[in-house]
């Protein structure tokens, strides 16, 4: 049980990365900002957590740094859906946060498919404002699946039983990947 709290602590650590959420290392204004930096690795983000006044910025990025890729809506830029990847410093594979919008189906959870491949059922951890989350442990043979692949399809049901197949784009993941663990 305490293994899986620090999961899901650790999902919503990279999360609050991953949308941008203001980190503070205290609530007043005049007070050092945690700094993150991001850089663009083909169609992936690699983001990292220096630490207030950038005093972690020397150190391993294991731990401290994520993957993203976000879906957006053309007319609004909003995010539609999200795929955050890191690894954990209690864990040796790598763990993945998929943001979906509100209005899933619970129930019937997610699927997370390699092109053509067999599809993988994930079920929602929590459904907060900013959408509904799931938490997927990537063990060596999805990390493998994903480096050889070109699209990580996620999919899920909406309320009125009609399933939503987006695609996320593999261009840049294994140097991306590479960059963080």
Known sequence: MRHQFIYIIAAFMVLALAIGAPVRAVAQDDTPQV???????????????DGVDGANKGDAKRGR????????????NDRVAE??????????????????????LLQ????????????MKFQFRSCEPAGCF???ALDDELVQAMR????AHVSF??????????????????KALKEIS
């Open 108 to 119: 019937y959870g997610g699927q997370l498919q390699i092109d053509d491949g067999e599809p």
């Open 157 to 174: 049901m909406l309320p009125n039983q009609k399933i939503v197949k987006l695609p996320f784009s593999l261009k840049g993941f294994t």
């Open 65 to 76: 740094c994520e993957i993203s890729q976000s879906l957006s809506q053309k007319e609004t």
């Open 83 to 104: 795929i955050n990847i890191g690894y954990p410093d209690t864990n040796e594979n790598a763990v993945g946060v998929v943001a979906l919008p509100l209005g899933v």
């Open 35 to 49: 700094q993150v930096n991001a850089e663009a690795i083909d169609d992936w983000i690699v983001r990292c957590n």
């Open 148 to 151: 050889r692949g070109n699209t």
């Open 134 to 136: 799931a938490l997927i």
